[in-house]
């Protein structure tokens, strides 16, 4: 299927930008089981709820009809089970890279907030007001998670110059692609949300990319079968 077939863009506009490339659903895990109590997952290789479950389903069902050519994502557990969904709908196995996985947060990967909050207090504040400083006992910064992430990310786009792709990520990793692709600074990742399931398009033209959506969610990207 060529590109135009599915690019929502008018024709105007892709008569400024020139011919649309590599397209991607930058999607978020969904819901995981130890949600309730938000804890410090990071390379915490924890498994989806029933309604993280139900969320993949969903996405999986809203990107059915696209002419996904492949599905990536991290090797952690929570963003492989969304993957395999997508994937099984096109006949695809998706590929993980442990380099995508989310924030390591060191020795305090798997706590709960609670429990961080009684042994540390004031060190997710300091996450909030200092984000670009932030790093937990053992952890990495945001700047070292970019550093991993975003080669990686353009490594992958690079072998789709004019494909349709899914990206089954984390929260951190999501937002450290966007604030790259629009040049946010890590000072600013928390100023956008990217919630449990959220989906985000980016569209590469020869010349620029942009990104059409972001913490977008299964109805917004749904195409009605042919």
């Known amino acids: 299927m060529s590109s135009e077939s599915f690019i929502p863009s008018d024709p105007g506009t892709r008569q400024l930008k020139g011919e649309p490339g590599c397209r991607i659903y930058l999607i978020r895990h969904g819901e995981t089981a130890n949600a309730r109590q938000i804890c410090m997952n990071g390379h915490f290789d924890v498994a989806l709820s029933q309604n993280g479950m139900a969320q993949m389903e969903t996405v999986a069902d809203a990107l059915s009809q696209l002419p996904l050519k492949a599905v990536y994502s991290s090797d952690l557990t929570r963003t492989l089970t969304g993957a395999r969904l997508i994937a099984a709908r096109h006949n695809l196995e998706p590929v993980a890279y442990a380099d995508m996985r989310e924030l390591s947060f060191g ?7 609670q429990e961080l909050t009684e042994k540390h207090p004031g060190e997710m504040e300091k996450r909030i007001k200092h984000t670009e400083l932030f790093r937990a006992d053992g952890g990495e910064t945001f700047g070292e998670l970019a550093d991993r992430v975003v080669p990686r990310y353009h490594a992958i ?10 990206i089954m990520s984390h929260g951190g990793v999501n937002r450290a692609i966007l604030s790259h692709l629009l040049g946010i600074p890590i000072a600013h990742l928390f100023r956008f949300a990217q919630e449990y399931a959220a989906i985000n398009v980016i569209q590469y033209y020869r010349d620029q990319v942009v990104v059409e959506l972001m913490n977008g969610s299964a109805h917004q990207v749904a195409r009605p079968a042919s």
Do not use: R, Y
């Open 107 to 113: 020795k305090w990967e798997g706590m709960s907030l």
């Open 157 to 166: 786009v690079e072998q789709h110059p004019h494909d349709v792709i899914a």
